[in-house]
């Protein structure tokens, strides 16, 4: 990284600002630093994702390369960001941004001894970082508001190299016959106000230039989640 992108991610550390929406909808999940400690546990990452999250974790890690470049645009709680971080291993960049400073905190405790990780305080959408060959958000999306939605997927696409991917793991649109979307539909109405959005839209809806790209994407568990897989488009073809 030259002198004057890493003056510009200086600048973007020191100027980052916790948006309103933390406080006022997530501060019982993200915030509150007492709240935290008792939530960044393997096991609660598995009953929130109705045990489909080592699952979910694989289909991410799956698509890390030894040796490359990788922005996770937000922490997750568990065991995942080190081992996203041992997958890229000591040849490459592991680069984790959150917003939240009690996140940053737990981040920085889980990959103090791989050096070639890098914790950064930022807003996602405002991330000026390198160019990644993988760049992923894992269950960011749905918790934050539309127009957020639509930075954070534009500043994400904008940082893969041409022959990178970005890879989005959320939720999407239960079938009919699943009763875990009625679960959710409950969590959704009283404590994830931005979620259901991702029932209604693709995520290349949030893209401002979505033709730009190819877009793979599966669903697990009955139409619960979704991995998508956007790739850029070479021009001329």
């Not at 915030?31 to 080592?54: C, G, K, S, T």
């Not at 995942?80 to 400073?101: H, I, N, S």
């Not at 990178?164 to 699943?178: E, L």
């Amino acid at each position: 990284m030259n002198q004057a992108t890493s003056e510009e991610n200086a600048a973007v550390e020191s100027a980052v600002a916790l948006p309103a929406y933390m406080t006022e909808v997530y501060d019982w999940a993200y915030v509150n630093p007492r709240y935290v400690r008792w939530l960044d546990r393997n096991i609660v990452v598995r009953v929130l994702l109705f045990a489909n999250d080592q699952r979910l974790m694989r289909a991410y890690l799956n698509e890390i390369c030894p040796g490359s470049r990788v922005w996770q645009v937000a922490h997750v709680y568990g065991d995942l960001v080190k081992r996203a971080a041992d997958k890229v291993g000591d040849k490459g960049l592991f680069q984790l941004t959150d917003v939240t400073p009690i996140q940053i905190e737990h981040a920085e405790k889980k990959l103090a001894d791989r050096a070639w990780a890098r914790v950064t305080h930022c807003d996602a959408a405002h991330w000026v970082g390198q160019i990644y060959d993988l760049v992923c958000s894992f269950f960011l999306l749905h918790e934050v508001p539309e127009e957020k939605k639509r930075e954070v997927v534009d500043r994400m696409l904008a940082s893969v190299e041409k022959d990178g991917k970005v890879v989005f793991v959320d939720y999407h649109r239960p079938r009919p016959w699943q009763p875990i979307g009625w679960i959710l539909r409950f969590v959704n109405a009283k404590l994830e106000p931005f979620a259901e959005s991702t029932w209604m839209h693709e995520i290349r809806e949030y893209a401002s230039q979505p033709e730009r790209f190819s877009w793979e994407k599966r669903t697990f568990f009955g139409g619960v989640y979704q991995i998508v897989v956007a790739k850029p488009i070479a021009s001329g073809e």
